[in-house]
């Protein structure tokens, strides 16, 4: 894809690397072709040129909306953009007009609510982001303004959201073509409700998917004239038959069956069903519940829907009953019979399972048990009835409840189309086609080659779609495209389906007797030889490799025979017929006379070749719109991305292919204004005196002598490889502008630096030379204060001693003073105190006898007057003894002293 751009040392570039697919990183050298890359990952690669991509340094962090509007259109370039959004959860992308839609494995409810529908209603595409509901309503637009049939193609691997994104589709249309406040069962109702109807009966879980439609799918939703929805068919090509026998772990059967199986107990009674483990078409398989499925309540929601589709009770009831039959059919076993190349029915079980099966198709026990252990053989003489042995009765078995799964299956969708009704009026319609995407496993089989065949068929009309969109951009803008090329998978379609083709010679096998896979391979080998999409593989007998668009598959021819073979046995066939239930009756109409009692052959493999080329008419007659669904890792959860897968899945549904399609031509296309916008460095003198961008665009082109490109009405178109050689260009003005810049950048920040550090060392210097003057003048300060202190204390201590001795001095002159002064006063002092103590004495001596006298006299004194008063009393005794004692006054001595 794309040519070898300008690489130069320094670019940024993507390399191939084995885990992650694609890893960017840096050119370090160059010599002649080979390229040495230091990748973001730290790892050095060596290269070829021409497998290093430019990357674009300039992409918007959250990726594009388009992928043709990247700058770089290559693998890596659409993987990361892919990969950016997926991150963000921007599910979806352009690619010009196709969408890519990255399942997220979660869900995103805003994305798809009313108010979104509301939104895109006829807004202009491109104006909103990428969605499918931009889709459907370019394609619903196209349709009533340009009265023209539309189709969108919806495709992927399995487990992609094919499924998710074709009901999101529905949805959307019924909601624009509904009609608002309607009651009871509308068209678009019963369109709506098909999904769970037919999701029952046609899809079941897979290691890819937990709800993988085993069927193809194409809806025509039909309008009237007013834009509403009047009708709908729906188409469905290839049911995996297969699966109703035979399934492995973790896969299941068909959801009807588990459905089925957790009915209410009633039902499970009437139709004498038991837990899904005891049903050996079930029970293979170790899964039996799915995560995320009730089916207890998806039985009663599947019963719920057929009453929307128009399937009445009593039509449910037949549906349920005959599915009962087939797990009971497949738990009937065979034992070896009495005579060679004969068998019986096993044991009373099978017997049951055997009775049962009769009674709910309400046929004979005994032609049922007929018809699975013996052949009628019709020759031209007569009938012969032929015994099977055990192991042809249980193929017998398998083959008629798969004839019976399918044609319930037809039936239901049959039942469907003619309940919803076609508008014969009708004169546009929007088709949605749900197809399986490309198969490569390591075992394929004749499924795998249907499947790879219609994904050829939906390759060529894709590219010859993207070839002419392609033609028609370019003619609007009026450049010339006359060269381009465009590579075609039409030998690989006429490997499969020409005449002379895989599937005539398949047929041709069939129909011949004696045929076996061996010979069938055989001639395969030999008719193909020199076809360059036919490949043997070496040492093997019965392989075939087909070299697809997307890839070489290797196909095992070693069941294609029995499967290409579409009968139904005889004896299945009148038996059925025979049932007393007209619905059963009704799945195995008679067949026309000439055909009854042989097994006539009708190929599966011609019928779905005219079904596909049926529905290629379809499509061809309408407007093509594509939705390619990818899924972004194996491990079914959100926000995992896994290149590698993604890159294969992009391969198979042909972006890569449309991006190829896309170089050819001219793969870069800018506006004026974008070109000039980011060129315009290139020339800026030719831009000056100038405003007309095309102008400055054609000058700019011009100077860089670049040849083949084109300038049309409103776009630069360039070829692969130009957008590179410009932007290594461009790369190169800006690197040395940039190295312009980077000097005198540095140049002014080495001198703010010199003049900081100066300016800071100026700094430091003051400070410290302040510090150490500070220091010396406290150290000085120190030592005068030292001087005064030592002075004061020594003063101190000398006067302290001085006054201490003067002290001491007077003292000693004191007391030698004193000294003689007492000696002379002592003997004046003695004179003194003895002439005192003389005087004192003689003092005393008087008193004492002054006082003797005093006392003498005294007595004397109080003796007389004693005498003399004790005279004076008896005096006066004498006249009172002459008085009465009471009269006589009381006279005492002391009142006698008194007076
Ligand atoms: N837009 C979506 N939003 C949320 N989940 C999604 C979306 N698309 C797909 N899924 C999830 O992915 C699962 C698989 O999707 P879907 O059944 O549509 O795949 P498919 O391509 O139809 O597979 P198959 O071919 O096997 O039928 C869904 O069951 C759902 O869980």
Known sequence: ??????????????????????????????????????????????????????????????????????????????????????????????????????????????????????????????????????????????????????????????????????????RYLAHLGGRSGVEGRTVEQQVLESNPVLEAFGNAKTVRNNNSSRFGKFVEIQFDKTGRISGAAIRTYLLERSRVCQINTPERNYHCFYFLCAAPPEDTQRYKLADARSFHYLNQSSCIEVEGINDAEEYLATRRAMDIVGINEEEQEAIFRVVAAVLHIGNINFAKGKEVDSSVIQDDNSRFHLNTASELLECDCNNLEKALITREIVTPEEIITRTLDPESALASRDALAKTIYSR??????????????????????????????????????????????????????????????????????????????????????????????????????????????????????????????????????????????????????????????????????????????????????????????SSKFSSIGSRFKLQLQSLMETLSSTEPHYIRCVKPNNLLKPAIFENTNVIQQLRCGGVLE??????????????????????????????????????????????????????????VFLRAGQMADLDARRAEVLGKAARIIQRLMRTYIARKQFVLVRRSATHLQSFVRGTLVRNLYECMRREAAAVKIQKNVRRHKARESYLLLQAATVTLQTGLRAMSARKEFRFRKETKAAVHIQARWRCHRDYSHYKNMQRAVLTYQCAWRQRLARRELRNLKMPQEKLEPSKRPKISLRSALKS
């Open 408 to 597: 319930l299956f037809d039936w239901i969708v049959e039942k469907i189309n003619v309940s919803i009704g076609q508008d014969p009026n009708s004169k546009q319609l929007i088709g949605v086609l749900d197809i399986y995407g490309f198969e490569s496993f390591k075992i394929n089989s004749f499924e795998q080659l249907c499947i790879n065949y219609t994904n050829e068929k939906l390759q060529q009309h894709f590219n010859q779609h993207v070839f002419k969109m392609e033609q028609e951009e370019y003619t609007r803008e009026e450049i010339n495209w006359s060269y381009i090329e465009f590579v075609d998978n039409q030998d690989v379609l006429d490997l499969i389906e020409k005449k002379g083709g895989l599937i005539a010679l398949l047929d041709e096998a069939c129909m011949f007797p004696r045929s076996t896979h061996e010979t069938f391979a055989q001639k395969l080998y030999t008719t193909f030889k020199n076809n360059k999409r036919f490949v043997k593989p070496k040492l093997s007998r019965t392989d075939f490799t087909v070299v697809h668009y997307a890839g070489d598959v290797t196909y095992q021819a070693d069941h294609f025979l029995d499967k290409n073979k579409d009968y139904v046995v005889a004896e299945h066939q009148d038996l059925l017929n025979a049932s007393s239930c007209p619905f059963v009756a009704s799945l195995f109409p008679s067949l026309p006379e000439e055909s009854s009692k």
């Open 658 to 715: 449309a991006i190829r399609i896309s170089c050819a031509g001219y793969p870069t296309r800018k506006t004026f204004y974008e070109f000039v916008n980011r060129f315009g460095v290139l020339g800026p003198e030719l831009l000056e005196g100038s405003n007309d961008d095309k102008i400055a665009c054609q000058k700019i082109l011009e100077k860089m002598k670049l040849e083949n490109y084109q300038i049309g009405k409103t776009k």
């Open 1 to 170: 894809m794309g040519t070898p751009a300008n690489i130069i040392v320094g670019s940024h570039v993507w390399v191939e690397d084995p885990t992650l697919a694609w890893i960017d990183g840096e050119v370090v050298s160059i010599k002649n072709n080979e390229v040495h890359v230091q990748t973001s990952n730290g790892k050095k690669v060596t290269t070829d040129r021409s497998k290093v991509f430019p990357k674009d340094m300039e992409a918007p962090p959250g990726g594009v909306d388009d992928m043709t509007r990247l700058s770089y259109l290559h693998e890596p370039g659409v993987l990361q953009n892919l990969a950016t959004r997926y991150e963000l959860n921007e599910i979806y992308t352009y690619t010009g007009s196709i969408l890519i839609a990255v399942n997220p494995f979660q869900r995103l409810p805003h994305l798809y609510d009313t108010h979104m529908m509301e939104q895109y209603k006829g807004a202009d595409f491109g104006e909103l982001s990428p969605h499918v509901f931009a889709i459907a309503d370019v394609a619903y637009r196209e349709m009533i303004n340009e009265g023209k049939n539309n189709s969108i193609l919806v495709s992927g691997e399995s487990g992609a959201g094919k499924t998710e994104t074709t009901k999101m589709l529905m």
